[in-house]
C-alpha cells in the first residue's frame, strides 16, 4: 500500500515536468530573417534573434555542396560577444551578422544556424527544430566585352581582390595575349587587350570570336578556372539615300514639254565603298511615270556593308 507523502510526490512531480516544458519553449526563440551576402571567398550571414540570446550563442555548421552530396563540413560556434549587434529601431531583437572566411570561389555551400542553449533546456526542448537554413554561392570570374574593332577587342575580367593568377587567349603562346594578376594589390578587376592576328582570334565577315582562360592557380586548373567565348559581332547598317526630286512644271494646265536640264537628270552620290564622288543618271518623268528608287534601278552601285559593333562574352 502506497503512502499518501509517495503518492503526493509523484502527484507533484508529474505537474512539476509540463511546467518546465512550458517555462523552456516560453524562453526559445526562432530566428528570423537569415540572408546572406556572398563574396570571392568569405560569406556574410545575418539574422534576427530575439533581446534573450542563447545562453551559449549559436552554432554555424556549413558544407561545401558538390555533385555527390555535401563536403568539407566545419563547425563555427557564435557567442554575445561575436558581432552581434543592438537593433536601434527594435528593442525587442538582436541583428547577428557573422563572416565566414576561408570559402572557396563560385562554390555552393549550406549554411545551418542553430541556438545553443543550455543542458537543461536542450532535455526539455529540440533545438534542432529551430535551426535554420540557407544555401549561398560564393562569387567565380565574369567577363565582358568593353571594346569591338576589326583589330583588337577588351575584354574586362572580374577576379576579386588579390588574384595572382593569369588571363589568357586560349592557345596563344604569346605575352601580349595575356595579363597576370599581383596577388598582392587589391585590384579587383583586369583589361586583357586581344590583337586578333596576333593571338589567332577567328575572323570572319560578322564577327570575332576569341576564347580566353581565367585560371587562379598556375599551372594547373582548378574546379574556379573559367573559360569564357568573347564574341563580337558587327550587323549591315541600313544604307539612307537622300535625293531631291524635281517635278515637272505646269503651264496652261499641262505639262510643258521641256525636258529637264543637265543638271536635273545627274544625282550625285559617294560610293560607300571607294568614298569617291560619283553621279547616277536619273530617268525622266512623265506624267504616268513612276520612278524607281536608286537601290532598285542601280543594284550594282549599292552594295557596300557598314559595321556596329555588338558585344558579348559568354561563359563555355
Keep these: 500500500r502506497q503512502h499518501p507523502l509517495e503518492k503526493m510526490s509523484v502527484t507533484s512531480g508529474l505537474v512539476y515536468v509540463p511546467l518546465m516544458f512550458l517555462t523552456a519553449m516560453s524562453q526559445m526563440n526562432e530566428i528570423y ?4 551576402e556572398p563574396d570571392y571567398r568569405f560569406v556574410t550571414l545575418k539574422w534576427e534573434y530575439s533581446s534573450q540570446i542563447p545562453s551559449n550563442g549559436f552554432q554555424i555548421y556549413y558544407c561545401e555542396l558538390q555533385a555527390w552530396g555535401p563536403n568539407r563540413c566545419r563547425t563555427k560556434l557564435i557567442d554575445d560577444s561575436s558581432g552581434i549587434q543592438q537593433d536601434v529601431s527594435d528593442p525587442d531583437y538582436k541583428k547577428v551578422t557573422v563572416i565566414i572566411n576561408g570559402l572557396r570561389m563560385a562554390t555552393n555551400y549550406s549554411f545551418e544556424i542553430r541556438p545553443m542553449e543550455s543542458r537543461r533546456m536542450r532535455y526539455y526542448v529540440d533545438t534542432k527544430a529551430l535551426t535554420r537554413r540557407i544555401i549561398v554561392p560564393t562569387k567565380g570570374f565574369s567577363a565582358r566585352a568593353s571594346l569591338c574593332l576589326p583589330d583588337v577587342s577588351e575584354v574586362v575580367v572580374s577576379t576579386g581582390p588579390y588574384f595572382g593568377g593569369r588571363i589568357a587567349v586560349e592557345t596563344a603562346g604569346e605575352e601580349q595575349c595575356a595579363v597576370d594578376g599581383d596577388e598582392s594589390s587589391p585590384k579587383d578587376k583586369y583589361v586583357l587587350r586581344i590583337q586578333h592576328k596576333l593571338c589567332g582570334s577567328r575572323v570572319n565577315r560578322t564577327a570575332v570570336a576569341t576564347f580566353i582562360l581565367v585560371q587562379e592557380n598556375l599551372p594547373i586548373l582548378t574546379h574556379s578556372t573559367r573559360r569564357f567565348l568573347v564574341l563580337c559581332t558587327f550587323q549591315p547598317e541600313t544604307l539612307t539615300v537622300r535625293a531631291g526630286l524635281n517635278l515637272p512644271s505646269t503651264s496652261s494646265g499641262g505639262y510643258s ?16 565603298v571607294t568614298g569617291h564622288k560619283e553621279n547616277i543618271p536619273v530617268k525622266e518623268l512623265t506624267n504616268n511615270d513612276v520612278q524607281a528608287a536608286p537601290l532598285q534601278q542601280y543594284p550594282d552601285k549599292f552594295t ?13
Design 257 to 272: 514639254g521641256q525636258p529637264p536640264s543637265d543638271n536635273k537628270k545627274i544625282m550625285h552620290r559617294n560610293d560607300p
Design 33 to 36: 530573417h537569415l540572408s546572406g
Design 304 to 316: 557596300g556593308r557598314g559595321i556596329s559593333e555588338e558585344t558579348e562574352a559568354q561563359m563555355v
